[in-house]
């Protein structure tokens, strides 16, 4: 199974993977039920879940049901017990929404819960990060996960970003991060073969390797940023019940 699955995300693109692996993945999720992990943010459970990564596939990573991985359970985890966002209606801006959060934040803020992406189907925007088409401070909340190493120029999108955001209004912006962790944000727009980016940046479709230095970036683009550690304060038994990462910093990044 986690061979089929890595080939899958390899070479299936995201935008077709988004649009048809629902279904599939849910007639696998029935063989799968049982007591061990439990997908909080759609409150199911299983013996595990199925596999998932291009290259070397982690176990227990993938909720079938809710497309879930182990990232995206620790930010609803974080998002209940650090943040407003399920207290308070908010205008969110969603780049590059996850199947796992979209009915779930559509509910909570209605109309005001807004998804865009270059060219996901599940976006309701089509917009380039580098030019959101949105007046500034206009969000209180914005989410952009997995994005930034795929973007020509990083600075410019966490700048546009940072300028829809209201003063006081907050962003949880994540980039893959690939050990052994380098001092510096590696970038070579000289490298361009699939195969090379492969090797230099983890996957083809990436234009840049993240460092220790992501904090700064994000602060050159305007944010103050929080390296909150959330994963190493809540309870121990949630990691393994959740299937959680062990080491995921959040980045919240406020105005």
């Known amino acids: 199974m986690k061979y089929l699955i890595s080939l899958i995300i390899r070479y299936v693109p995201r935008k077709y993977l988004q649009r ?8 696998i999720g029935l063989f799968y ?3 061990n992990v439990t997908c909080p943010i759609i409150n199911k459970s299983y013996r595990k879940f199925l596999p998932y990564g ?5 176990e227990n990573a993938l909720c079938p049901d809710s ?21 308070e209606k908010l205008k969110v801006l969603h780049v590059a929404p996850e199947e796992c959060f979209i009915k779930k934040f559509e509910a909570l803020h209605q109309d005001n819960y807004i998804t865009a992406d270059i060219e996901s189907p599940l976006a309701k925007v089509k ?11 206009s969000f209180d909340v914005a989410f952009c996960n997995h994005v930034m190493e795929h973007v020509e120029d990083d600075i410019k999108a966490m700048s546009e970003i940072h300028r829809v955001l209201k003063p006081g209004g907050w962003a949880i912006i994540q980039v893959p991060f690939f050990p052994p962790l380098k001092d510096e944000t590696f970038e070579d727009p000289n490298i361009t073969d699939p195969r090379e980016r ?34 190493h304060e809540i309870d121990p038994s949630w990691i393994q019940k959740f299937a959680l990462p062990k080491d995921e910093i959040i980045y919240f990044c406020t105005k």
Do not use: C
């Open 20 to 27: 048809f692996s629902r279904l599939g993945l849910r007639i």
């Open 33 to 35: 039920r049982g007591n």
């Open 127 to 137: 917009m380039d990060i580098h030019q959101i088409p949105f007046e500034e401070n």
């Open 198 to 231: 492969e090797q230099v940046f983890g996957q083809d479709d990436h234009v840049r390797l993240y460092g220790k230095d992501y904090s700064k970036r994000l602060e050159k683009a305007g944010f103050k940023v929080t390296e909150d550690e959330f994963i």
């Open 54 to 58: 291009r290259i070397h596939p982690r």
């Open 67 to 87: 497309q879930s991985l182990e990232r995206h359970r620790l930010m609803w985890l974080f998002l209940k017990e650090r943040t407003n966002f399920f207290k």
